[in-house]
């Protein structure tokens, strides 16, 4: 390329690194760096040191915008202007795709199979290649052209006289005087009905009570080759009145042989649809099961839950939605059908006879008298009674008010579909078999055991599938293959999107991005290695190389040792968090950052460590014990917590941690404690629990779904906030109430964004975007609100404060005080009070819960459930972390941590192993004990880790 000055301009540059002049997003302090391009590229440092600002806020920013602005100036007015970030320049981008943690969403439609568009691959396989048979008799179905037709019938009805019939009518009530008319007038004479032989009368009509199978007489003959016009003919007008249906039946038998254009059952006559890949499809009306609607599960009023003790009576509150007796129209009600079957009300329910029960229950139709009641003492009144669930039944589907729905839904329960057995698909499509499995089934497997079904599938085709299924199982075998190398083996393709981790989400994300294919293009990923253990990671580096190897550009913010150490090139951000971070602290190759001096190199080195405690805690001498846990994978497994000490659960990605803890041991302490709603997974019994007075269940869900909610709000903080600014003198002059200051309320808030500070615009094709209010310029509220100061301060300033900041900002109020050092203590003192809390990650989300727990009174008997708090964390901020936990247990409560992080596996007291595989063959305990003894046991991948770290 030459200038006007017939100089040659350095365009080599720009292909070998992207350069970044002279940023400033966020906390980066005015940043230059070059970052090289086709390797791997790790960046780390301390959590909130600058990584993200300058990996996705700047980087991935720029490359979104560039983008867009490719698009049309008629696209581009409605997108509205994205910001440019803050930065001189950069040079060397190529398109950008970010792969982040960003929790999935909440559609229970949503699977793994439809993420990664697998089983769209089977849909299409099951549709084209599939082999049908019959729901009623397995037989395999039939389909036939006209010609083959004709053969047949010559072969195996020569010299016989036939009739030849189409069905009209198959099992249903009618009286059909309409139908029998239209036949009339279309000149035929006979009919078969129900089994016999009748001739059209004018006015003819059948008993419209029963179920009546109907079939037309299209022609009587004797087949012989030389009437083969003439049975041509019929067969092809059968086939137009029986749509696509036709019968031969043998004069004086009463067993007709079908034939059919479609697929068809040769003994019962039932056809099905030809088969498209939407038959196949639990989203789409022709596919889904009817009576689930494709969820695979039911909603089912629990009598358990309305009735949980039958040693009560109506009167004293055995019906829980009902409570204790009161002088109202139900009762009165009840007391009618008490009469009726010969019981009082104050009768326990086990006494009261079925038939009572039932109507009291399922409500009766008959109108009940009423007695003894304020309409008087022997009213005509009369009514009927609908049954205590059909009112639960009606609260459940009130639209209008949210606490009438969710009084109804204590009383419900979710239960398999009885219909599709919890399989989403009707029985046509559960029916479609290859290599004798259903779509369902194939579903269902370990993604490693269908991986290996599909891999000699060919050879157990015929030749005619095995040229269709060919290319397609190739896609599949591909797109599996991918699956499996970033070490997701256990899940399933029926597993619901919803149950991911950030971390199971974000791998099967990049696995399509790899099977995309693509070349010359940036991925930005955050911290991929959430939620897999010690032993998949390399796995997951293989995959990354994989992708850079077919030439493109890899950048991951991670803070995890072995991705650092594969790394062609890292990046250290700080020297510390916030405003004190944000620069370059060292770059290079691994070893070039082992040399430097920075934190994250010391503890490369081994000149810092996270201490191990000096000894193991025995706890207060108390145990929890679940006993016979077997949902999901668990086998059936004892499991005992020692009470008072720092618990880690580890083992593989999916062998059955999540299960055991969050679907199990939490929903049994809440109901315990709290009388929750939700059921835990199936156990048989569980000791221990009245030693325990508290449960907190600390995950990684977002605070909120909206940019409304954020930490200073989640905390309460911002109540107090908004009681100081209220009783300045300035507030009180204008008769301003803590509501004022609130940006969720009308009042003191911009009315134009409504309080939130920015402006969503929906893209059709691509993720919303967040576009600043233009009349409040983000600050959220209205002038006369951001007149009143505290300190020179208004509300919006303290609401953009770091949390460091804001320490020393309140410092004389201890009530704000104690909870912002909370805060700042759990490694949060870089984020700001107002940040919405969708551009927390998920680990940030869960420290900022954590801290709104730590600030509230604990009462010694507390177990704390955390589930992978170290994500997003650097070995610094793990060392804080594990102090405030320390604290926390030198009370007497209990820490429970799913965890794969060794640093905090090593400092714990005692680890429950679980394993040793994920999915099937996984759900057993491996071995307990401190680490010492975990480290000592030869099944357990943790303990031959933790063996390599010298334990």
């Given amino acids: 390329m030459k200038t006007l000055n017939n100089e040659a301009t350095p365009v080599e540059n720009d292909l070998e690194q992207i350069e970044v002049l002279g940023a400033r997003v966020h906390n980066l302090q005015n940043i230059d760096i070059a970052i090289p391009r086709n390797q791997l590229v790790v960046i780390t440092g301390l959590s909130g040191s600058g990584k993200s600002s300058l990996a996705f806020d700047t980087i991935y920013a720029e490359g979104q915008r560039r983008y867009i602005e490719t698009f049309s100036a008629y696209a581009r007015q409605f997108l509205g202007g994205l910001e440019r970030p803050d930065v001189d320049k950069i040079t060397g981008l190529s398109p950008v795709i970010s792969i982040e943690q960003k929790t999935t969403g909440k559609n229970p439609r949503s699977t793994v199979g439809t993420t990664t568009e697998v089983y769209d691959f089977f849909r299409l396989l099951y549709a084209r290649a599939g082999e049908a048979f019959s729901y009623k008799t397995g037989e395999k179905m039939v389909k036939y052209t006209d010609r083959e037709i004709l053969n047949l019938i010559l072969s195996q009805f020569e ?172 009762f009165w009600q009840l007391e009618a059908i008490a009469d009726k079957h010969g019981f009082k009300l104050k009768t326990p329910i086990k006494n009261i006879p079925d038939e009572g029960l039932d109507e009291i229950l399922h409500g009766t139709t008959e109108p009940l008298r009423l007695k003894d009641t304020p309409l008087g003492t022997s009213s005509n009144y009369s009514l009927s009674f609908d049954g205590i669930i059909s009112y639960i039944r009606n609260q459940q589907n009130n639209d209008t008010s949210q606490k009438a729905r969710k009084w109804a839904n204590q009383f419900v329960r979710k239960t398999t579909c009885p219909q599709c057995n919890g399989q989403r698909l009707n029985k046509e499509a559960l029916h479609f078999l290859i290599d004798g499995k259903n779509i369902a089934q194939v579903s269902n497997m370990d993604l490693k055991d269908l991986y290996k079904w599909c891999d000699g599938l060919e050879d157990r085709l015929s030749s005619k599938q095995r040229t269709i299924a060919r290319e397609i199982l190739k896609e599949i075998r591909a797109r599996l293959g991918f699956m499996l190398d970033v070490g997701l083996d256990y899940l399933t393709l029926n597993r619901s999107a919803m149950t991911l981790s950030g971390g199971e989400s974000q791998r099967i994300r990049l696995a399509t991005q790899i099977g995309s294919q693509l070349v010359n293009v940036l991925y930005i990923l955050d911290e991929p290695s959430i939620g897999l253990h010690q032993r998949d990671n390399h796995r997951l580096i293989t995959s990354l190389k994989q992708l850079r190897d077919t030439g493109n550009s890899v950048l991951v913010v991670e803070h995890d040792r072995d991705m650092m150490m594969a790394a062609d090139h890292i990046v250290d951000m700080g020297p510390y968090a916030g405003r004190h971070g944000g620069e370059v602290v060292a770059q290079g190759t691994p070893n070039e950052i082992l040399k430097a001096e920075s934190l994250t190199a ?177 600050k959220r509220y209205n002038r006369e609100t951001l007149e009143v100061r505290y300190k020179g301060k208004s509300i919006s300033d303290v609401l953009n404060m770091t949390i460091n900041q804001a320490v020393d900002f309140f410092e004389h109020i201890p009530s704000l005080v104690h909870r912002l050092k909370i805060l700042q203590e759990v490694g949060l003192g870089y984020i700001r009070l107002g940040q919405p809390s969708t551009t927390l990650s998920g680990g940030e989300s869960q420290r900022v819960k954590l801290a709104s727990e730590l600030s509230k009174k604990d009462t010694g008997k507390t177990v704390y459930l955390l589930d992978e708090p170290t994500t997003g964390l650097h070995f610094e901020d793990i060392r804080v972390l594990l102090d405030v936990l320390s604290r926390l247990i030198s009370k007497g409560n209990t820490v429970i941590m799913i965890e794969h992080n060794l640093d905090v596996i090593k400092a714990a007291d005692y680890i429950i192993d679980i394993g040793p595989e994920g999915g099937a063959q996984g759900g057993n305990v491996v071995c307990c004990g401190t680490p010492e003894e975990v480290a000592a046991c030869p099944q357990s991948y943790t303990g031959q880790f933790l063996k390599m770290e010298g334990l």
């Fill in 159 to 330: 010299q016989k006289n036939v009739y030849i019939l189409s069905p009209l009518v198959k099992g249903r009530k009618g009286h059909y005087k309409e139908l029998f008319e239209q036949i009339r007038k279309k000149g035929f004479l006979n009919v078969r009905v129900d089994g016999e032989m009748k001739e059209i009368r004018h006015g003819m009509k059948v008993d419209r009570y029963k179920n009546h199978f109907i079939e037309v007489v299209i022609d009587k003959l004797k087949v012989t080759p030389k009437d083969q016009k003439r049975l041509e003919d019929s067969v092809a007008l059968a086939m137009k009145q029986g749509k696509n249906i036709m019968m031969v039946l043998e004069k004086d038998t009463d067993t007709p042989r079908y034939f059919s254009r479609q697929l068809m059952c040769p003994t019962t006559g039932i056809s099905y649809n030809e088969p498209a890949p939407h038959n196949f499809s639990f989203n789409s009306p022709q596919g889904a099961c009817p009576k689930c609607k494709g969820l695979g599960f039911v909603e089912e009023t629990d009598i358990e839950k309305i009735i949980p003790d039958k040693t009560k009576s109506i009167y004293s509150g055995g019906i829980i939605p009902l409570g204790r007796y009161k002088n109202n129209l139900i």
């Fill in 602 to 778: 010391n503890y490369l080195r081994g000149n810092k460590d996270i201490p191990l405690p000096s000894d193991r805690r025995k706890g207060d001498g108390h145990k929890l014990t679940i006993k016979g846990a077997h949902g999901n994978n668990l086998k059936n497994i004892d499991v005992s917590f020692p009470l008072g000490t720092f618990i880690c659960v580890t083992g593989v990605s999916g062998s059955g941690k999540s299960t055991l803890i969050n679907e199990t041991l939490y929903p049994i302490l809440n109901q315990h404690i709290y009388n929750s709603v939700k059921d835990p997974l199936p156990y048989k019994s569980v000791k221990g629990l009245e030693y325990i007075d508290k449960v907190v269940n600390v995950d990684q869900s977002p605070l909120g779904r909206t940019p409304r909610s954020n930490p200073a709000t989640y905390t309460k903080l911002f109540d107090d906030i908004r009681k100081l600014f209220a009783e300045l003198p300035e507030a009180k002059i204008r008769a301003y109430k803590p509501g004022r200051f609130s940006f969720n309320v009308k009042g003191g808030r911009c009315e134009t964004c409504k309080g939130a500070g920015v402006q969503v615009i929906e893209m059709n094709f691509l993720p919303d975007v967040m576009v600043e209010c233009p009349e409040c310029r983000g």
